[in-house]
């Protein structure tokens, strides 16, 4: 099969930390050599694509900043496009708040005036911001996530990421958010799809997690490659119900895709 596209994940994919996996920086070589256009998409909010230019440079990846989505830069445009005149309330990392401040979003912590609450990580979420968030939802407003991953890889061990704070606000609310972008959301999917314009059988999904990189991938109809370089093991894999249309220990065995 010849692809024309591949979305890579970032974190657990090509990076752990800010050091490559082993191996993957060779199969994203290859899959430049084959002219496989590459996008990076990331489902950290924190972060707009700029921030990964150093980064994935560093670990061996040429990328600039058109190269890259995030779930930052999803939801900043899903914003822009839907509550571009709103108050939006939120619970979110400062990286995230600035995103939206540089696409000149406007935010509030008025629970009686917001008209949206946007939830995602936040390390300094507390009860507070909880209260906040149910008073504000009684009220009816639109609850949007950033992204649906529950926990995420840190330097030592896994921490809460947005789907925590998501699913706490859910449940004193007593309602599922309207809408999670990131992956493996419909805004995530028609932004790769404008990325990269080919037919999605010639697009390839690499990435480390079943139910966002590989149900993205599915979602679309790409090609679905999961990495057993982050966050699945084999145990993970065969208790779950997504299947990849192909397994690899790291990005370096993608030959055997192509
Ligand atoms: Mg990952």
Not at 95 to 108: H, P
């Amino acid at each position: 099969m010849d692809f024309s596209g591949a979305v890579l994940d970032v974190d657990g994919t090509v990076v752990r930390g800010d050091d490559p996996i082993p191996g993957a920086p060779s199969g994203y070589r290859r899959l430049r050599d084959a002219g496989v256009e590459i996008l990076f998409v990331s489902n950290n909010p924190t972060k707009a694509p700029p921030a990964y230019v150093d980064r994935l440079g560093a670990a061996g990846y040429d990328a600039t900043a058109d190269d890259v989505i995030t779930a930052g830069s999803v939801t900043t445009a899903y914003l822009r496009e839907h509550h571009a005149r709103d108050d939006l309330l939120c619970l979110g990392a400062p990286g995230l708040l600035e995103q939206f401040a540089d696409a000149g979003l406007s935010t509030t912590d008025d629970v009686d005036a917001a008209d949206a609450l946007v939830a995602s990580i936040d390390r300094s979420f507390d009860y507070d911001d909880l209260c906040a968030a149910l008073w504000a939802l009684d009220r009816g407003i639109p609850f949007i996530g950033t992204d649906p991953d529950v926990v995420i890889p840190a330097a030592e061990r896994d921490v809460p990421g947005s789907g925590a704070v998501i699913r706490a606000v859910a449940a004193v609310a007593g309602r599922d958010p309207d809408v999670v972008l990131g992956k493996p959301s419909d805004p995530a999917i028609e932004t790769i799809r404008e990325r990269l314009p080919y037919p999605p059988e010639e697009c390839l999904v690499v990435g480390d997690r079943l139910d966002t990189d590989v149900a993205l991938g599915a979602r679309a109809g790409m090609t679905t490659v999961l990495v057993l370089s982050g966050v699945t093991n084999e145990n993970d894999l065969a208790a779950s119900d997504v299947e990849p249309d192909h397994v690899l220990d790291h990005l370096g065995e993608i030959d055997r895709v192509l």
